[in-house]
């Protein structure tokens, strides 16, 4: 892409920068989305974090301050020595990666057979099948899990079936522990993990399939040494897709887990709405981005080898 | 190197197909095929595509069932085994070789399923590498090979576990016109070095006469004539597979007199009848027969025959001069188009011109006569 033809001198001077020309015209465009909306904010975090708490607004004080006629800019570390002296802090990040590691492998596990399966349907079913996956998000995300109060709450949808059926005598409590959560969370988000294992599976050659079979592989074989390995991309993707958001989850432990069931995402809640402690709370959020950053520049490096060979 | 590998005495019947037939809702694909490969044979489908041969192909390795009739190995049924069960290997027209296994991996996979040892594995594959020439890339993956050398590969692939049956699907499909012509002959090499029974299927009619001991010619799900390449070429059963192998020269005609040593047919607008030096099996009398006779097998001169039979008058319409031979396109007085070929084994200048007036003759026995 050629940029148009420039009037203003500015313009002019802009476009004839090497980094602009051709190719890299284009390249940069996704690159300047990135910097506007998410590099600028991630900065803005980052600042807020190296202050402290003021009443004001906004309620953090400013890094830089002039006096006497010089700059002066006061780093404060002392939000993120607070989230190591308490425990909560460490706990809630731990707590977090587990329900949604956990969450994840469920997805994977129920979300992996049903793409296998819609993209073996036949192409008029498979359509019905993938509208079907992506039906529910038509609805709006916190609406369907209230719904989920009704159907795990003690007089709730299961526990009234179960005990019609005289199978239990008291309702099982399931509401506000972490089994909710993890019902929402692998409810909400296997879309996520089907998509983009569907996308690949049907990529995928059927003939090598066929190529398996007939050297003698089980069909559980076949899955394993061949299907499994060729969908590695499909995979990653979908776990990351499921496992970023999980990790960060606010609405679903909230609203479905139980005082015990800590997840940062909460934590920030609190920091930020009922503490009003910005500096705190964009601590939290800097070192949950850090955590996420590590699996992303994994998948990335596997990604790049995978392409390589 | 050996051209043709004619079989040698009578061979027992290592596969059997019993009324085989398939249909896809309600479309019949393969329609009561009876049939029977050999032991040691090359033996190939021919036809078109959509002639059910490739179904009739993925019938034998497993991947398609049966709507009716059986499949005998040995005598026994296996059209309802799975195809990880069958004694046979398939070699696919895409080769589907796993792209994340190396060569080597590839080769070994079907032998690991098989539980051998590491040591067993190794020397097959060894082996196996040798028979295709391809021991220098025993590490490559698939994407590092070119279209020739994943062709070996999953040769290889498909004879390492001594399959009872090895089924080439398409096998020169994916290669260049060049390689095309060198492969087909180092195939029949490695496949009868091996020794394996080996059904193909193709829609290259030079392809089929290359490499198959026998041909089964196909068209909409059925067989039509099953014969050496020479019996196929030389005395097709039907006007489909006259047409379908080779050029030919179709006379419509009906049966003036048949006698077991002759027979005259006399063909409307044409000089003289056809007379044909052996007896013919049909349910006799006067009926409607159709007349081939290949265009090598004519003659051109300008001067008329004094034959009693076998000749016709016409006008060149077309001719191509090809070095080895020129084609001849010789409009009848009835209007038809006939094709001759003449080798052009003199030095010399083309002898006919266009719109010349030429009269073509053949002899008694270069005819076929087609009733269906």
């Known amino acids: 892409m050629k940029l148009p033809e420039p009037k203003h001198p500015f313009w002019q001077r802009l476009s004839a920068l090497p980094f602009l020309q051709g190719r890299n015209g284009v390249i940069a465009l996704p690159y300047l989305w990135l910097l506007l909306f998410f590099l600028v904010p991630f900065i803005i975090v980052l600042k807020i974090s190296f202050a402290e708490t003021e009443i004001a607004i906004p309620p953090y004080t400013d890094l830089m301050t002039v006096e006497d006629g010089h700059v002066q800019i006061d780093l404060n570390f002392n939000n993120y020595g607070y989230l190591f002296s308490d425990d909560l802090y460490l706990k809630s990040y731990l707590s977090s990666i587990r329900i949604a590691l956990v969450s994840t492998f469920i997805c994977l596990l129920v979300g992996y057979p049903m793409a296998l399966a819609i993209s073996r349907a036949k192409p008029s079913t498979r359509n019905v099948l993938l509208l079907l996956v992506i039906l529910p998000s038509w609805t709006s995300f916190l609406i369907r899990i209230y719904a989920w109060i009704g159907i795990l709450k003690p007089n709730g949808y299961i526990n009234n079936a179960l005990m019609g059926m005289g199978l239990i005598d008291e309702p099982i409590i399931m509401l506000h522990t972490d089994f909710a959560v993890y019902v929402g969370i692998v409810y909400a988000y296997l879309p996520f993990m089907i998509l983009p294992l569907y996308a690949n599976m049907m990529k995928l050659d059927h003939s090598l399939v066929e190529a398996s079979a007939d050297l003698g592989a089980s069909p559980i074989r076949t899955l394993f040494s061949v299907i499994v390995p060729l969908t590695k991309a499909g995979i990653l993707a979908g776990c990351m897709l499921v496992f970023i958001p999980a990790v960060g989850e606010f609405v679903i432990p909230e609203l479905l887990g139980g005082p015990e069931t800590l997840m940062i995402g909460k934590i920030l809640w609190q920091e930020f709405f009922n503490n009003r402690d910005w500096p705190v709370a964009s601590a939290v959020a800097i070192i949950m981005l850090m955590i996420l950053i590590l699996p992303i520049m994994w998948f990335d490096r596997v990604q790049n080898k995978q392409q390589e060979a | ?372």
């Not at chain 2, 040698?8 to 309600?26: I, Q, R």
């Not at chain 2, 994943?150 to 576990?161: D, F, G, I, M």
């Not at chain 2, 091996?194 to 001991?213: F, K, N, P, R, S």
């Not at chain 2, 009926?287 to 000749?311: F, H, I, L, T």
Request: aromatic share 8%.
């Open chain 2, 1 to 372: 190197m050996t051209l043709k590998h004619i079989s040698t005495g009578p061979s027992e019947v290592l596969v059997e197909l019993e009324a085989l037939s398939k249909s896809f809702d309600g479309h019949v694909a393969v329609r009561g095929v009876n049939l029977q490969f050999y032991q040691g044979e090359i033996f190939a489908l021919l036809g078109g595509s959509g002639c059910g041969k490739s179904t009739l192909l993925r019938m034998l390795a497993g991947f398609e069932k049966p709507s009716g009739g059986r499949i005998l190995l040995n005598g026994q049924d296996i059209a309802h085994i799975p195809p990880y069960k069958r004694p046979f290997n398939m070699m696919f027209q895409s080769y589907a070789l796993f792209p994340h296994m190396t060569v080597e991996q590839n080769i070994a996979y079907g032998l690991k399923q098989d539980k051998l040892s590491k040591t067993e594995i190794d020397k097959t594959v060894t082996e196996m590498l040798k028979l295709v020439h391809m021991e220098a890339y025993r590490t490559r993956k698939p994407s590092q090979l070119s279209g020739g050398q994943r062709q070996r590969v999953a040769l290889a692939r498909s004879l390492a576990k001594h399959p009872k049956l090895l089924l080439l699907d398409e096998p020169m499909g994916a290669l260049d016109k060049k390689l095309r012509g060198e492969m087909q002959l180092e195939l029949v090499d490695i496949i009868k070095q091996v020794g394996v029974t080996c059904v193909m299927v193709t829609h290259d009619q030079e392809e089929a006469m290359t490499m198959a001991d026998r041909i089964g010619v196909m068209n909409a799900g059925e067989i039509l004539q099953i014969g050496s390449p020479h019996d196929i070429y030389e005395y097709p059963n039907c006007r489909y597979v006259a047409d379908f192998i080779g050029e030919v020269n179709l006379f419509e005609g009906r049966i003036l007199e048949e006698e077991p040593a002759y027979v005259i047919i006399e063909v409307p607008n044409l000089e003289r009848p056809i007379y044909i030096d052996h007896g013919i099996s049909g349910p006799g009398g006067t009926r409607p027969v159709g007349v081939a006779v290949r265009p090598e097998k004519m003659r051109m001169s300008a001067e008329q025959p004094d034959e009693q039979y076998n000749w016709g008058k016409g006008i060149i319409d077309d001719l191509a001069y090809l070095g080895q031979h020129s084609i001849y396109h010789v409009k009848m007085s009835d209007g038809k188009f006939v094709q001759i070929t003449q080798t052009n084994d003199k030095r010399r200048e083309t002898p006919f011109e266009l719109e010349q007036e030429i009269f073509l003759s053949w002899n008694p026995d270069a005819c076929v006569v087609l009733e269906k």
